[in-house]
């Protein structure tokens, strides 16, 4: 697709032609739906993609951040193989480049999960939510990653609420927004 090497355009065309061909599916089907991937980190980051694995009439996994979704796959897991253990043990990948890994565009899901955690949940200020990351800078990232995704969530499927700030109608932020976080706490 135009000049240079495949890149993020490139990416985003090959989860959106999986959800055409998803949702033409179930549309064949006549009672089929097609049920979004994304967990509640994955959403806070942006790390989906319009139209394409964010595609679908419901996300059971949007409130579960990353570390749950990985404690429910052990616990299924517990009494005989549900899910491949191959999909549990690899690195996280949205797999739509050779050897791609989340953590090649990503700090990893850990700190992403304790920034969710300070700043969705807890509602700390930037400082503490930097304290609680570990890493001002990553810290930094990760509150303008959270607050410039607003608009995608917007655009999500209903999900599952779990917690006490589920995105959506637990938690709503302004989706056109410029400065509004006060970055002296940092």
């Not at 599916?25 to 139209?51: I, P």
Request: a positive charge; aromatic letters at 6%.
């Amino acid at each position: 697709m135009g000049k240079g090497s495949p890149d993020l355009a490139e990416q985003n065309l090959q989860a959106r032609a999986r959800g055409v061909i998803l949702m033409g599916l179930a549309n064949k089907s006549h009672r089929g739906f097609v049920l979004t991937t994304g967990n509640k980190s994955e959403l806070a980051v942006g790390y989906c993609t319009l139209y394409g694995d964010m595609c679908g009439a419901l996300a059971p996994l949007a409130d579960a951040p990353k570390r749950l979704v990985y404690d429910l796959a052990a616990w299924l897991n517990s009494d005989r193989e549900v899910i491949p253990s191959a999909s549990i043990t690899k690195a996280p990948s949205a797999e739509l480049k050779p050897d791609q890994k989340d953590q090649d565009d990503l700090p990893p899901y850990d700190q992403v999960d304790d920034a969710l955690e300070a700043w969705v949940q807890s509602r700390l200020e930037p400082g503490r939510v930097a304290r609680a990351v570990g890493d001002r800078a990553t810290a930094e990232t990760l509150l303008d990653r959270m607050d410039w995704s607003e608009f995608k969530r917007r655009q999500a499927p209903p999900s599952i609420k779990i917690s006490s700030k589920a995105f959506g109608v637990g938690r709503r932020m302004p989706v056109a927004k410029a400065g509004w976080r006060v970055r002296a706490g940092l």
